[in-house]
């Protein structure tokens, strides 16, 4: 038996798509009853990207996947994962529809729904196959047609879904350069947020997604920072799901952020986007030239399941 040298991962790129299509909220005024003022002050969003007929959940997976193989000056990877909720077929899976149409020569291919803490999830398994030596490379994407499972009829959750895609690419690290995960869920929860129904339909709790929000997402944020044995000093970047900017910016203060923190808030201008909303914001930002190179970025996602999943990454130099 050959026992593989302990090692870990590393962050080697980033890649990012969104439709093209906007969907403002003046436009969501024409949907339902709600308006622009309603709808920034409750979310923070003011417009969001919405699935044109050309694009669906695994052909912005494979954009966000062409973007961070670029960037990672990588043509080829041994695994792929995606993170999904909308995925459009079971078999194949999107992981292999993505490895077929980029070419690569037969990675391992794994789809993982957890929802809004699929790409942590899929993150963590990732650094553990590379940590293993059971893999040198892996592509790691979130992407969400969630406009298509969205009851355009329903206020209340219609002005947050929005579609998009993020990817990295990590490669072997003889310092780990990603933590361990902290991962979980939370039964009392399981449905809090759903997605059933023919066709698929997403509902929520909101009011108790936003009360398990506003306390154990800071709980479990803290001991994604202690099992990394880190502090908040020790961090550049928040990148939290971006569910609610009602959510990020308290979970931000909860974990003690001051004004040297990047606290992404590409909700704004995306939504909700589910697995993709972390990796989404990650690349827009790094591509804008707004990360330090070198940084620490602290992730978190939860949602649907309920679940939740958070790691430290050490962004690219």
Request: hydrophobic content about 45%; glycine content about 10%; aromatic content about 6%.
């Amino acid at each position: 038996m050959t026992i593989p040298t302990p090692r870990g991962s590393a962050l080697l790129g980033f890649g990012h798509f969104q439709p093209s299509k906007v969907l403002t909220n003046h436009d969501i005024e024409q949907l339902v009853d709600t308006n622009d003022e309603w709808i920034r002050t409750r979310t923070g969003i003011t417009e969001r990207r919405i699935a044109t007929d050309a694009d669906d959940t695994t052909t912005m997976a494979m954009a966000a996947a062409r973007m961070a193989l670029a960037d990672a000056g990588l043509s080829d990877v041994d695994l792929v994962i995606v993170a999904s909720t909308t995925s459009e077929t079971r078999s194949p899976n999107g992981a292999a529809r993505v490895s077929a149409e980029l070419g690569f020569a037969g990675p391992a291919v794994i789809d993982i729904n957890t929802a809004c803490s699929g790409f942590e999830y899929a993150l963590a398994l990732a650094d553990q196959s590379i940590s293993a030596g059971v893999a040198e490379t892996a592509l790691v994407i979130g992407s969400e047609t969630l406009s298509r499972i969205t009851d355009w009829t329903d206020r209340a959750t219609c002005v947050l879904t929005a579609d998009g895609a993020g990817a990295v690419v990590l490669g072997a690290s003889e310092t780990p350069q990603v933590s361990p995960v902290v991962w979980g869920s939370v039964p009392e929860l399981a449905d809090a947020v759903v997605v059933e129904g023919t066709p698929p339909v997403f509902s929520q709790n909101g009011r108790n997604v936003m009360r398990w929000a506003l306390t154990g997402s800071v709980k479990e944020a803290n001991r994604v920072l202690e099992r990394a044995g880190l502090t908040m000093d020790d961090i550049d970047v928040l990148a939290f799901h971006q569910a609610n900017l009602r959510i990020i910016e308290p979970l931000a203060k909860g974990l003690g952020a001051t004004e040297r923190h990047i606290v992404l808030k590409d909700i704004e201008v995306s939504g909700n986007t589910s697995a993709a909303s972390v990796p989404l914001a990650l690349s827009k930002a790094w591509h804008a030239g707004e990360l330090p190179r070198g940084g620490r970025a602290l992730l978190f996602g939860f949602g649907g399941g309920f679940t939740f999943a958070g790691q430290v990454v050490r962004l690219p130099l």
